[in-house]
């Protein structure tokens, strides 16, 4: 497999189910991102690990829960969800540090949630 | 963090060439300004990235003027499958974390 590849695709989920989703990257990149996309709203970036650092955004509610036990491997772990969590979440992945040039991100394709 | 401004949207037909401008007043001396594509249920698509002057690729033209405060992605010749959302990112390279942050973006639409 090359890119980011993201799993589910799809996942329909109730307010008390615990899911996760599940990202990879095969690039070697050394930072990796969840985006949330919602219905006509931009990008928002939730959380960034970056050279073993991880940056949130502070403005995301506790039910998300990232983990990521390596640079290739993303989580998002999800529990006790409202229905405005529903979205396409995106994950990406980065080399931090290049030079020259900023960060280029490389998406997955995403993983569009449903929360009944 | 560099906020920018673009365009909420822009029409424009087949074999026209488009360029869609992004103001990023702020920015600061090492940030280098990249621009995304994304299609309906996909993830954002790298186009092109630039510091200043102009990059070409084959894809796109990027313009920066000598003062960064914007910068304007060219597409010639643009066809139906160039419609989708066009991000503008200003960000630095380097670090040890990068908070990239997306705007609204420019929905171009394309018409026979």
């Known amino acids: 497999e090359t890119g980011v590849t993201q799993t589910p695709r799809h996942l329909v989920m109730g307010m008390t189910n615990k899911k996760s989703l599940k990202c990879e990257q095969h690039?070697?990149?050394?930072?990796m991102y969840w985006y949330k996309q919602s219905a006509k709203k931009p990008l928002e970036l939730m959380f960034v690990?970056?050279?073993?650092?991880?940056?949130e955004n502070n403005s995301v509610p506790s039910r998300f829960s990232p983990e990521c036990p390596n640079s290739s491997h993303l989580f998002l772990h999800l529990h006790t969800l409202q229905p405005e969590d529903s979205a396409l979440y995106l994950c990406?992945?980065?080399?931090?540090?290049?030079?020259?040039?900023?960060?280029?991100?490389?998406f997955g394709a995403g993983s569009r949630l449903t929360v009944l | 963090l560099a906020k920018t401004t673009q365009p909420i949207s822009m029409d424009s037909y087949e074999g026209q060439e488009v360029n869609i401008t992004c103001s990023h007043n702020?920015?600061?001396?090492?940030?280098?300004i990249t621009w995304y594509q994304q299609f309906p249920s996909q993830g954002p698509r790298f186009i092109i990235q630039?510091?200043?002057t102009k990059v070409t690729n084959e894809v796109a033209s990027l313009f920066i003027p000598a003062d960064r405060k914007s910068s304007t992605l060219s597409l010639p010749r643009v066809s139906l499958s160039d419609t989708a959302v066009y991000y503008c990112?200003?960000?630095?390279?380097?670090?040890?974390?990068?908070?990239?942050?997306f705007g609204t973006g420019t929905l171009l639409a394309v018409q026979p």
């Open positions: 990406a992945s980065s080399q931090v540090g290049q030079d020259p040039g900023a960060n280029v991100l490389t």
């Open positions: 690039l070697g990149h050394n930072a």
């Open positions: 690990y970056s050279l073993e650092e991880r940056v």
């Open positions: 702020n920015i600061a001396t090492n940030d280098y």
């Open positions: 630039g510091y200043k």
């Open positions: 990112l200003v960000g630095k390279y380097g670090g040890a974390t990068n908070k990239l942050i």
